[in-house]
């Protein structure tokens, strides 16, 4: 494999994860339906302070792109 396509494999890799990294989570609704359980989701902890490198491109990835869409 030659270099631009693991490049391009990696960039293509990060995009989508940035992507997914971005989605809102929809809480379930509340139908009351015959078991009437509560489906609501617990608040996400707050991520470790030590981040991999792969987290820290992700974050400039994410800062370039609002940079760019300030422009």
């Known amino acids: 494999m030659n270099l631009y396509n693991a490049a391009s494999k990696s960039y293509v890799k990060a ?3 940035l992507k997914n ?3 809102p989570t ?6 009351g339906g015959l ?3 509560d489906m609501t989701r617990k608040p996400k902890q707050d991520a ?6 792969y987290d820290m491109v992700l974050d400039a990835m994410q800062q370039i792109r609002e ?3 300030k422009l």
Do not use: A, I, V
């Open 48 to 53: 470790p302070k030590d981040k991999q490198p």
């Open 21 to 23: 990294r971005s989605k």
């Open 26 to 31: 929809m809480e379930p609704q509340k139908t």
């Open 15 to 17: 995009m989508r994860d």
């Open 67 to 69: 940079y760019r869409n």
């Open 35 to 37: 078991l009437g359980r």
